[in-house]
């Protein structure tokens, strides 16, 4: 079991390591100047030259690479004296804690990963995130929520009710649920539910998770959450609601199925103590994936219902060219997507050993 960790281990670092190197080339290739982005109508040559020494644009780019991977490590190594050096120690930059000194001049530190700052509002990338990621990730799990829920329950009712009109209409609905993109849909349930409707449903077709009143107060409204966690639940109800109906109708037909109905054991217990512990497993493998995809892919449905999450944040900083702000949300989704994967590989691994050997 520790070799099949290790090795998943391995694979994860190699996949972050492989998004934070594509990352990094792609925004460092793009068109524009950072410091004049920060700098606006005040740019001068000499500010600009010490803004961009101070980011380290007037290195190499390997340099600029090996700068950026030394932020983003948990552990790196810093020059405490030479503040010219690529890798010198800046106190404003990182929360750190010294370890112990490798040289004369460098030492080794645990510190929290430095994502850069913001061009445009000279924030802390970690800062814009800690503070979106949550309102982001609670949507995702509504989403997901409710689509296990409810794709899990019509799925088992497909596989009892087979060729009935309740299986017909919970086909239909996948399929329209898989095809139909997710800011189309957002548009027409903001529009019917809460615009035309409105008066019989009080939801709004925006709004955040919190809102402030007239003397600045902040109120939690947990409405505001119900339009688009449905919207982005959609395509994964679609997924597990077909995964749970043809997983089931294959467990129903295994010998040991016919065997405990043969015994008269009622339908009912056949199907809900024996059949549905061992069709579940795709449906848990989805759920799994889908959560990670949710919170990478919320970020149409966010701008659509003004959703102030992450993704939000994100098509702010893509029609600014904020670059820090967008390659660190890209290495959050990336690491949060490991992550989930590397969890469920060793719950897999826990419950069926022959998973360990491959």
């Known amino acids: 079991m520790i070799r099949f960790l290790v090795k998943r281990l391995f694979y994860g670092f190699l996949v972050l390591l492989g998004v934070i190197t594509l990352v990094f080339l792609l925004f460092n290739v793009l068109p524009g100047d950072p410091a004049r982005m920060m700098l606006g109508q005040r740019a001068d040559k000499a500010s600009v030259d010490i803004i961009n020494r101070d980011l380290g644009r007037d290195r190499p780019l390997l340099t600029q690479f090996v700068m950026y991977l030394n932020d983003l490590s948990p552990l790196s190594i810093h020059n405490e004296k030479e503040k010219e050096s690529a890798i010198f120690l800046d106190e404003k930059k990182y929360s750190f804690l010294r370890l112990f000194p490798v040289s004369s001049s460098k030492v080794l530190?645990?510190?929290?990963?430095?994502?850069?700052?913001?061009?445009i509002t000279k924030r802390k990338v970690s800062e814009i995130i800690s503070k979106t990621l949550p309102a982001t990730a609670l949507l995702a799990f509504s989403a997901i929520a409710f689509g296990a829920f409810?794709?899990?329950l019509l799925g088992i009712l497909s596989a009892i009710k087979k060729n009935t009109w309740v299986d017909k209409f919970s086909l239909v609905f996948a399929v329209f649920g898989m095809s139909?993109?997710?800011?189309?849909?957002?548009?027409?349930?903001?529009?019917?539910?809460?615009?035309l409707l409105f008066k019989y449903t009080g939801l709004n077709n925006e709004?955040?998770?919190?809102t402030f009143d007239d003397f600045g107060e902040r109120h939690l409204v947990l409405k505001n959450l119900i339009l688009p966690a449905i919207t982005l639940g959609l395509r994964p109800l679609a997924l597990i609601i077909q995964l749970m109906r043809s997983s089931l109708l294959e467990v129903m037909s295994q010998d040991y199925i016919r065997t405990a109905t043969a015994k008269g054991l009622s339908y009912y217990k056949v199907v809900m103590k024996h059949a549905l512990k061992n069709a579940m497993n795709p449906v848990v493998t989805a759920v799994s994936g889908w959560f990670a995809g949710l919170m990478a892919g919320a970020v149409f449905v966010e701008i659509i219902f003004n959703w102030r999450g992450i993704g939000f944040e994100v098509v702010e900083a893509l029609n600014n060219n904020d670059l820090p702000v967008v390659m660190g949300a890209t290495l959050i989704f990336a690491v949060v997507f490991v992550i989930i994967n590397i969890l469920v590989d060793i719950i897999y691994g826990l419950l069926d050993p022959r998973v360990r050997v491959s």
Do not use: N
């Open 180 to 195: 139909l993109p997710s800011y189309f849909v957002g548009l027409i349930i903001a529009w019917v539910f809460g615009f």
């Open 150 to 152: 409810f794709g899990i």
């Open 207 to 210: 709004g955040s998770l919190f």
């Open 109 to 119: 530190i645990i510190k929290q990963p430095y994502l850069r700052r913001s061009y």
